[in-house]
């Protein structure tokens, strides 16, 4: 392709380790990476790929995409614009301020990454980070990570045409009662909660089953070494070495602490309990 304004950079891009094989040469491994098998995979749409990985390439969700635990894969919306310019958007019907997402862009997007996808939405949910989606939950995260990967589309300027998302049954998650510029965060944020969850990416599963929201609750309070500092103690109980005492004390709080701070999931643990 000679046309000056379509960037000289690839559809989509992926991040994480790569399956060797001997045939490749290094300029078709950086080009096109393969998914490690039945890894998590992530795809986004996005008209900013260089957002990713961003920090899920830090700490323990970097390090788990270095190992190839799971996947991540950018497809550039740009590419898919329409003309000389490439354009994604137009503005809005019925007048108002801003701009909003062309269906066909985004199709045409879609149907990239649907490629190699299943079209079963339970092993492949298909989501729009969006203001008026369901806000995001842990249960949802286990859900996604129970999934084969997800294909989320971050929206921009004031969204997206409503057409696009009926016509495909998108799910709209949202990530709180607030606007973001775009959906670059929101969807950084929920494969942050979801990769998470995958096998051995913490190395300690423990950890996540004890933490706020596994069971009901908010999490108790952490303390750690020194065991004074500025005349402040870490509770005797917790340095007393009694399993049992610890963790009733543990559960006192997290009961204290959602009771008083989010009186929402206070009712919805009670209720639970009373039903089970
Ligand atoms: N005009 C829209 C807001 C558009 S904000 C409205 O009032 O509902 C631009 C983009 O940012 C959205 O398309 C969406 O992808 C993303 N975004 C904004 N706030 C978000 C939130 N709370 N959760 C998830 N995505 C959000």
Known sequence: MSDPDIPDQPATKSHGRLSIRASLTPRDLMEE???VRDAWRAKILTLFPEAFPGVLGLSLTGKALDLGLWSLET???????????????DTPAGGGA???LRADVLDAALQKASESTPRD???WPLLYLSPRGKPFTQAMARRF???DGLTMLCGRFEGVDQRFLDHHQVEEVSLGDFVLTGGEIAATALIDATVRLLPKVLG???STEEESFSDGLLEHPQYTRPALWNDLAIPDVLQSGHHAEIAKWRRARSEEITKARRPDLWQAWLAARKGG
């Open 75 to 89: 497809v550039d919306l740009r590419r898919f614009g329409i003309g000389k310019h490439l354009n994604v958007d």
């Open 145 to 147: 990570a129970a999934a």
């Open 121 to 123: 939405r339970s092993r």
């Open 204 to 206: 300690n599963q423990a």
């Open 98 to 100: 801003g701009m909003v």
């Open 33 to 35: 990476p393969l998914q």
